[in-house]
């Protein structure tokens, strides 16, 4: 499959037409159980039960697991919901004036329906039952669960719970062992950097150590290891916070460019290629773009794929238009440095030729003080 390019259809069919083992990174967001009504037949998020749901996307990450690297990694945005009593849509009339009946219009909920033990008011856990099946189901890794931290995030008007303020994100692999850039999303250190004393020498791994000598009572845990903390960074933790980006074409909050960033940045190389199977807005595959890897991106309605076509497009005429500016900007304060060098050099040039008439002059006594003043004038 050629890529660089959005393609239009169910994902599912769509990833038939990629070769086995040819993904080495897997960056998306399905839709929510329950948020939204695309109004398309083949979407996925409006199943009646959370189970059915999960079972739809158990099918979606075994053609996703067919199509991954072996040392491939799966980057899985979900986030939660609540069951409810029922009744007209919670989604109704948003107060957006381009939307008077609301941005999703009337549907039926399926967190509405009666369920076999969730009941009104409960958390359905959407993101772990997924997470449980891939694992469960498909022999995925289930190597992380990372807290998307949205300090922007919606008001609401619960008064008998905290409000949700955050999404998961799973890091999935193929294997037990697969392909992580450690360096890549390193974090800056938030206290200083000698907080573990940074006194402790590495040690060798044969090094003999008395287990006998309280004053090396942690010794053998530290031995053939530098306690000094990295120069770089410490390792990425797994909070991470990001407000929410409007996008002006998508009339719902996108992922911010720095969340596909990060994970791009440890699951890839310059060349590898990113896939989204639930693209939306696009913002992968442009910040994939943007860091020289190559993308696959899929997405069910032929509204979105123009509106990233158009983005891209944007995007990528945006970043030139502010490369070339840069390569400007460089180029005339190059200029205007060499112009400050040639300056100085000629002043350095005329002082020197200055101090060589004055130092003459003075071994000339017939030169007279009218015409000293006059030479030194010229500086």
């Known amino acids: 499959m050629e890529t660089d390019v959005v393609y239009e259809g169910n994902c599912i069919e769509q990833m038939k037409k990629i070769e086995d083992n040819s993904i080495q990174c897997v960056v998306t967001s399905p839709p929510y159980w329950g948020l939204r009504d695309y109004g398309h037949a083949d979407q996925i998020g409006l199943e009646e039960t959370p189970e059915k749901y999960v079972d739809d996307l158990v099918k979606v990450f075994s053609e996703v697991k067919r199509v991954l690297k072996d040392d491939g990694t799966i980057w899985l945005n979900l986030g939660d919901t609540y069951y409810s009593k029922g009744g007209a849509s919670r989604h109704k009339g948003y107060s957006d004036p381009k939307y008077p009946n609301g941005r999703n219009g009337e549907f039926a909920e399926p967190q509405t329906a009666p369920h076999k033990f969730l009941k009104a008011k409960d958390l359905v856990g959407i993101p772990w039952r997924v997470a449980f099946a891939l694992q469960e189901r498909l022999g995925l890794y289930l190597r992380q669960a990372i807290i998307w931290h949205k300090p922007n995030a919606m008001p609401s008007s619960v008064s008998d719970r905290p409000s949700t303020d955050y999404e998961f994100i799973f890091l999935l692999s193929k294997s037990e062992r697969y392909f992580y850039d450690n360096n890549a999303i390193k974090e800056p250190y938030d206290k200083p950097i000698d907080r573990w004393g940074g006194s402790y020498k590495r040690r060798a791994k044969n090094e003999k150590i008395d287990p006998n000598n309280k004053a090396n009572a942690n010794s053998l845990a530290r031995a053939g290891r530098d306690m000094r903390p990295d120069e770089n960074g410490r390792n990425c933790r ?53 860091l020289n890897r190559r993308f696959i991106g899929i997405e069910l309605s032929s509204e979105y794929v123009s509106l990233i076509n158009k983005r891209i497009s944007q995007e990528t005429l945006h970043a030139l238009k502010f490369t070339q500016a840069n390569s400007t900007s460089l180029s005339h304060n190059r200029n205007l440095k060499d112009l400050s060098a040639d300056k100085s050099q000629i002043s350095a040039n005329a002082e020197t030729s200055l101090n060589s008439d004055i130092i003459g002059n003075f071994k000339n006594p017939l030169v007279s003080k009218e015409q000293l003043n006059k030479q030194g004038a010229r500086r």
Not at 275 to 290: C, E, N, P
């Open 238 to 290: 797994t909070v991470w916070s990001f407000n929410t980006q409007p996008y002006p074409e998508a009339h719902f909050a996108v992922f911010p460019e720095e969340l596909p960033e990060r994970c791009i940045k440890a699951g890839t190389r310059e060349g590898d290629i990113v896939l989204d199977i639930f693209a939306g807005s696009g913002t992968t595959l442009w910040v994939a773009k943007k």
